[in-house]
T-cell receptor
Framework: EAGVAQSPRYKIIEKRQSVAFWCNPI?????LYWYQQILGQGPKLLIQ????????DSQLPKDRFSAERLKGVDSTLKIQPAKLEDSAVYLC?????????????FGPGTRLTVT | LAKTTQPISMDSYEGQEVNITCSHN???????ITWYQQFPSQGPRFIIQ???TKVTNEVASLFIPADRKSSTLSLPRVSLSDTAVYYC?????????FGKGTMLLVSP
């Protein structure tokens, strides 16, 4: 079974530039999550999708972050404009609504450095 | 949001049992407790999940007291490859909060 795919793995941009991350979840997983993980901290949920609908985006800085999952499969997370404090690893995860255990499968993450 | 508190770090030796406790005082009735393991430059990996009492799988046990305000992950006979960060996660209908993680260092 293929895991969660993310690209790019690394990205370096200057502040005020824009950046986009892509995630392809495990086939058949209805739920998709985007997390921000700052060095030394636990992952912070940014947005959760159920198919192509948003379940929770309460911690998404909507003035600069946006995310979409148009066809209920893959997803993109965008930051525009980026700030220095956005430097972090952005993790994508997916889970199946059919499972009795709420297990999230994480991708390898995208490490963003804003200079 | 449910807040979780874990020790920042723990040390152990190969072959010992390790217990990591997480505090989650304001856990809601419908929330589950899940533990994840994370190695450097990788995403977290699921270890175990529970709601109450005790859950055991092939790699760990999870103990949850009746008041559910804390939980303890038990790793039997750790090896060097168990050196990682362990996260406690409280998740439910309206919350999904990772703790800051516990860095477990296993020495020979």
């Amino acid at each position: 079974e293929a895991g969660v795919a993310q690209s790019p793995r690394y990205k370096i941009i200057e502040k005020r530039q824009s950046v986009a991350f892509w995630c392809n979840p495990i086939s058949g997983h209805a739920t998709l999550y985007w997390y921000q993980q700052i060095l030394g901290q636990g992952p912070k949920l940014l947005i959760q999708f159920q198919n192509n609908g948003v379940v929770d985006d309460s911690q998404l800085p909507k003035d600069r972050f946006s995310a979409e999952r148009l066809k209920g499969v893959d997803s993109t997370l965008k930051i525009q404009p980026a700030k220095l404090e956005d430097s972090a690893v952005y993790l994508c995860a997916s889970s199946s609504s059919l499972d009795t255990i709420y297990e999230q499968y994480f991708g390898p993450g995208t490490r963003l450095t804003v200079t | 949001l449910a807040k979780t508190t874990q020790p920042i770090s723990m040390d152990s030796y190969e072959g010992q049992e390790v217990n990591i406790t997480c505090s989650h005082n304001n856990i809601a009735t419908n929330d589950y407790i899940t533990w994840y393991q994370q190695f450097p430059s990788q995403g977290p990996r699921f270890i175990i999940q529970g709601y109450k009492t005790k859950v055991t799988n092939e790699v760990a046990s999870l103990f949850i007291p009746a008041d559910r305000k804390s939980s303890t992950l038990s790793l039997p006979r750790v090896s060097l490859s168990d050196t990682a960060v362990y996260y406690c996660l409280v998740e439910g209908y309206s919350t999904l909060t990772f703790g800051k993680g516990t860095m477990l260092l296993v020495s020979p």
